[in-house]
C-alpha cells in the first residue's frame, strides 16, 4: 500500500487491511536490541542537567536480567505422548488425554487446547501448524484471517469444514508470539497427531505449510520443494496419501501463489474421486 492511500484510509480501515493481510506485529524497519541499545540521550542544556540528575538520584538503576527461553518444554516428553495417545481407541479418548497432558509452559500459557473442527472420519483431513490468538481463545483450528481464507478456499473446490472436511494441527497448543513452534514440541506433540489421522481414518491428508509437511514426512526439505507432490503416510499400518501444500497465511503473504494453492485442492480432489 502506498503511504497516499495508507494516509486516505481512516486508522481503523488501515487497522482491519493489515490484519486481512496477516501481519499480527507491529514492527520497524531496522532491527532493535533492546537490551544492548542504551536510549539516546538528547543533548542536555546546563537546566534540564540537573533535572535529569536529580531524577536519575531518585529511581533505583535498573539491573540487566537474562533473557529466559522463551517456551522451555517441561512437558512429559515424546514418550509419555506415545503412551498416552497409543491408549486411546476413540478421537474423545485422544481429545480428554490430550486436555490431561502435562504439555510444559506452552500449554499452561494457551487458553485452550487445539484439538479439531469439522466432521470427524471425513475423507479429507486438513492439519495445520499450531493455533493462533483466534484459535486459542476459541478452542477451534483455522477461525482467523488465514482461516477464513481456508474456507473460502475450500469451499471453492467443493468441500466444506461443516459437510466432508476435519481439520486439526500439528501442535495444539499456540506458541508464545504466535511463533513457529519448535523442535522439541512438534516432537513431543507427534505422536498425537498421528494417533489422531489413524483414528480419524481420512482417505487423503492435507499438510498446510513446512511444520505440518516435514513433521509428519519426516523430511528436512522446505515446503516449497515438498508441495504439490503425493507422498505416503505409514500410520497404524496403513498408507495413507499426503499432498503437502502453502500454508494459507503464507498464502496472504504471497498471494500470487495461490494459483499453486488451487492446483493443490483440484489434485486433493482428484485423489479423493479414484
Ligand atoms: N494456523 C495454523 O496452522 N493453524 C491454525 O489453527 C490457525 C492458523
Avoid at 522463551?70 to 474423545?92: H, I, K, R, S
Amino acid at each position: 500500500m502506498t503511504s497516499q492511500l495508507a494516509e486516505n484510509l481512516d486508522p481503523q480501515t488501515l487497522l482491519a487491511w493489515h490484519v486481512a493481510m496477516g501481519v499480527d506485529e507491529a514492527v520497524d524497519e531496522t532491527p532493535v536490541d533492546r537490551f544492548s541499545a542504551p536510549a539516546p540521550e538528547a543533548p542536555a542544556t546546563k537546566g534540564a542537567l540537573s533535572a535529569r540528575v536529580s531524577s536519575q538520584s531518585q529511581k533505583p538503576a535498573l539491573k540487566p536480567v537474562a533473557a529466559k527461553p522463551v517456551q522451555p518444554v517441561e512437558g512429559a516428553g515424546q514418550a509419555a505422548a506415545e503412551q498416552a495417545a497409543a491408549a486411546c481407541n476413540t478421537l474423545e479418548e485422544l481429545e480428554a488425554a490430550l486436555g490431561a497432558f502435562d504439555g510444559g509452559n506452552l500449554k499452561r500459557q494457551a487458553k485452550n487446547t487445539v484439538f479439531a473442527d469439522g466432521v470427524p472420519g471425513a475423507p479429507l483431513m486438513i492439519v495445520g501448524e499450531a493455533p493462533g490468538a483466534d484459535e486459542d481463545r476459541e478452542g477451534k483450528p483455522f477461525v482467523g484471517v488465514s482461516g477464513q481464507l481456508l474456507d473460502r478456499m475450500l469451499n471453492a473446490a467443493g468441500f466444506d469444514r461443516t459437510e466432508n472436511a476435519y481439520i486439526s494441527n500439528i501442535v495444539p497448543w499456540r506458541p508464545l508470539g504466535n511463533r513457529t513452534p519448535d523442535q522439541a514440541i512438534i516432537t513431543m506433540c507427534l505422536p498425537f497427531i498421528r494417533r489422531h489421522i489413524e483414528l480419524a481414518k481420512p482417505k487423503v491428508v492435507l499438510m498446510l505449510g513446512g511444520v505440518p509437511a516435514k513433521a509428519l514426512l519426516g523430511s528436512e526439505d522446505g515446503i516449497t520443494r515438498l508441495r504439490g507432490k503425493w507422498r505416503e503416510l505409514e500410520i497404524g499400518g496403513q498408507k495413507i496419501a499426503a499432498l503437502p501444500a502453502y500454508h494459507p497465511a503464507y498464502l496472504l503473504r504471497q498471494p500470487h501463489l495461490k494459483g499453486f494453492a488451487w492446483r493443490d485442492l483440484l489434485s486433493v480432489k482428484e485423489k479423493l474421486a479414484q
